[in-house]
């Protein structure tokens, strides 16, 4: 029953969520994916803003040109069209999206930790971080930081019991199942292994970010020398350590 | 570029306009106000559209100079203002000269202000919008989401001519005016409501929470009875603002405009959006309460305070604009007007335009003017109801003008006229052919207590006078009439105050009577707010001189001289002429 798959409930005054209720998956992202778009078609005026995240879909309306019937109606059309067509996850716009790396315990301050709790060595940990083909679950937190899936359960690994007040940019880490790229330097509790010289966030630049929600990314690793003829840089990240 | 300087930038002064939409699939938080409703009041005050950049100011200490002439307008938080060293009230437009200095106090009640200027500050919108949101280093002055800071200089136009807007002190939001014990925050559940049992949210709504330290432009941390829904997180999801999260500790936190997009706590709801304006004034240890409302209210709610936004917009503003035009059109006083003026309810100017406003296209406007001097007819009346007649044939509307001869013969054929006939009363004909849905006199001599008409030297000159007084008496439509000196039509409203002026003063009433230095001039002042009610500039090709030539050709002569002149009253056609210009001045209109 097609009704099971998904629920729509009130958030607030001018926003509904929508949730998939079968969880992650890159099936469930492409699925997201394709209604995001069907929306920001069919409701274009009355739609004020879309949160696209794991499993759900916030929709945030204009409430003085439509209501919450209206909403729910398309919202419902929408998810049902495409819940029963025959989504796949490699529909829709889902380019790949390569990242440098450069892992090291210089620049991964917990890569040293990371590997003795799970048992390897650093390069089997490099290794296996850079074999999995990633998925852009939700793109959220701070501007441009996208939250990738699913990292491999040998590799898998707590939040530190204690956020650093400053990661710095570019640092990518890793909690629990994800993992992610810190598009600028903020407080941050994830497991920092390496740091991408990738801007990952450029509010001067179009689009602003190298990533969308759906798009697969990859790691590639990436000498020191490298990290900075890419022009990566080391220093700030000493300076908090 | 011209603008203010800032010369203290205070606790926090942020650039802030109505926030940034659409960028959430980036990662992007909205921005924008805190306090909505002050922050809309700022712009409206300066007749800017709603998406203006202004100045919040959080907690007080701003301090501006002015390289710049303009206006500002401050709201919010209850403040004290200084422009150099004079207090000026809040809500309230003021003009600004380069070189003042304006200083913002410390808040007494509310912990947020909006500054606004007409045009708003300029400057570069980054993801097409300028509010400055620090945490993302986005927005503001610069576009890296700084702060202000003394010696920045905020670029804005200079404006010469603004209407003096207000906003009544009864129209202003409550809850600023005094501290609330407990502010009420209505909300709408939502979200994970359903993990929340009976009891939870029983306890939720019964409880007293107190603001704590934490509160910021991302949220409002509160401390009360600790709340537990049955599961501990959620897969990350969207957040719209207001919403109400509950972590670990059970201490539900409100989350506002600079909220992460995404996250993982569980919600029981969100607060209502009016009610968010409150939150955001209150600060550390001061209380709210938690009361449920449905979104068909929350929408209902919404609906009418459009409605009454937009009322309030159009019209309380405009109170004072028509106060100050009633006050300018008497100003020299040159029959005793003021003191007849300051018997009449405030507001008669945009009363009268209104009625003109919503009269005009529903059918025929019959306008009656015309005083005989010395066998003819005087100027002052006519070129009023010619300026009457031109706005509101541009409203769409038919308007007729009602006089006898010789005045008569003067307009036919340049105007839709009517004659009306001495010694007879022909008003019912009259009204069965033009069925009229407004009906102003000009500058009509009205009848006194004994039926005849006096002219101002107390002359009888009843037999050079029909009767448009039984027509004004008759219509089945709202009356105006205009008058300069007590002796005209509609001065029977204000019998008691004419008792000291040397006139033989009319009995003939009106709905809405207009008094002015020159009867000619009211017609303008009309206008001049007419053209705020449609946002048309009215008066803009009014050409004295050349109505006056119109007139002077047919046989015209000045009321006060008695001679065939381009004058009003005594006065030359250029006074008109220049009353025109600062009218369209003190309604925003220049060239």
Sequence with gaps: MSNEKFSISIAGENALILHLTDGISTLTTAKIQAIVTDLREKLSASLIDIIPSYASILVIYEPLHTDHFAVRKSLQKAAKNIIESRTKSSDGISKLVTLPAYYSTDSGPDLATLASEAGLSINQVIDIHTSTEYRVYAIGFAPGFAYLGEVDQKIATPRLATPRQKVPRGSVAIADRQTAVYPAESPGGWNIIGLCPTLMFDPLATPSMPLATGDRVMFEPITRDQFLGLGGTLGRFEAIR | ?591
């Design chain 2, 1 to 591: 570029m011209n603008g203010f300087k800032v010369k203290q930038s205070g606790v926090l002064s942020l650039i802030q306009d109505s926030g940034r939409f659409g960028q959430h699939h980036i990662g992007l938080t909205v921005g924008g106000p805190m306090d909505r409703e002050s922050f809309q009041w700022a712009n409206f005050l300066c007749n800017n559209p709603e998406n203006t950049p202004t100045i919040e100011i959080t907690l007080g200490g701003l301090v501006l100079t002015a390289d710049v002439d303009s206006y500002l307008a401050v709201t919010g938080a209850k403040v004290d203002i200084k422009i150099n060293s004079r207090l000026v009230n809040a809500w309230t437009l003021h003009k600004i000269k380069s070189g003042d200095q304006i200083t913002l106090g410390f808040f007494a009640v509310g912990t947020r202000c909006y500054l606004a200027v007409p045009g708003g500050f300029k400057m570069t919108p980054v993801f097409n919008s300028n509010s400055t949101v620090c945490r993302e280093s986005i927005g503001g002055l610069n576009g890296h989401g700084c702060a202000l800071a003394s010696g920045d200089l905020l670029p804005c136009d200079n404006y010469y001519h603004m209407p003096a807007f207000y906003l009544p002190v009864s129209a202003q939001p409550l809850h600023l005016k005094n501290l609330q014990p407990v502010t009420t925050l209505r909300v709408i559940l939502g979200y994970q409501e359903a993990y929340f049992s009976h009891q939870q949210k029983q306890l939720f709504f019964r409880a007293i929470y107190e603001v704590s330290e934490l509160n910021d432009r991302m949220g409002y941390r509160l401390t009360g009875p600790a709340i537990a829904p049955s599961i501990d997180g959620i897969l990350s999801e969207g957040i719209c603002l207001g919403a109400i999260q509950v972590p670990a500790n059970g201490q539900p936190i409100v989350l506002l405009n600079d909220r992460q997009t995404i996250g993982g706590y569980p919600k029981l709801g969100s607060v209502f959006s009016l009610d968010i304006s409150k939150l955001a004034q209150l600060s550390a240890t001061e209380k709210v309460r938690f009361e449920p409302i449905s979104i068909e209210d929350a929408h209902n709610l919404l609906h009418l305070k459009n409605m009454q936004n937009l009322r309030s917009q159009r019209q309380i503003n405009h109170n004072k604009l028509s106060e100050d035009i009633e006050n300018f059109l008497v100003s020299r006083n040159l029959r005793g007007m003021q003191a007849v003026s300051a018997c009449l309810e405030k507001g008669s100017y945009l009363r009268a335009a209104r009625l003109i406003h919503q009269c005009a296209a529903l059918g025929t406007v019959l306008i009656g003017t015309g005083f005989p001097v010395n066998g003819s007819f005087e100027t002052d009346g006519p070129v009023g109801a010619i300026a009457l007649y031109g706005a509101i044939e541009k409203l769409g509307g038919h308007p007729v003008i009602v006089c006898e001869q010789p005045l008569f013969d003067a307009l036919d054929g340049h105007f839709n006229a009517h004659e009306i006939l001495f010694d007879d009363d022909t008003s019912a004909e009259v009204i069965s052919i033009y069925n009229p849905s407004l009906t102003i006199s000009i500058e009509r001599p009205g009848q006194t207590d004994n039926g005849c008409y006096y002219n101002m030297r107390g002359v009888d000159i009843s037999s050079k006078c029909a009767d448009f007084d039984s027509i004004m008496r008759k219509s089945n439509c709202p009356t105006i009439a205009i008058g300069d000196g007590g002796n005209e039509i509609g001065m029977g409203n204000i019998t008691n105050a004419l008792k000291d002026l040397d006139i033989r003063a009319s009995t003939t009433t009106c709905d809405e009577l207009l008094v002015a230095d020159i009867s000619n001039w009211a017609a303008h002042g009309i206008i001049a707010l007419l053209s705020v009610l449609t946002a048309k500039d009215l008066l803009k090709n009014w050409d004295n001189n050349a109505v006056l030539q119109f007139l002077s050709n047919n046989g015209s002569v000045d009321g006060v001289t008695g001679e065939n002149t381009l004058s009003e009253d005594g006065l030359a056609s250029s006074e008109s002429q220049l009353l025109v210009q600062t009218l369209r001045q003190m309604t925003g209109h220049e060239d």
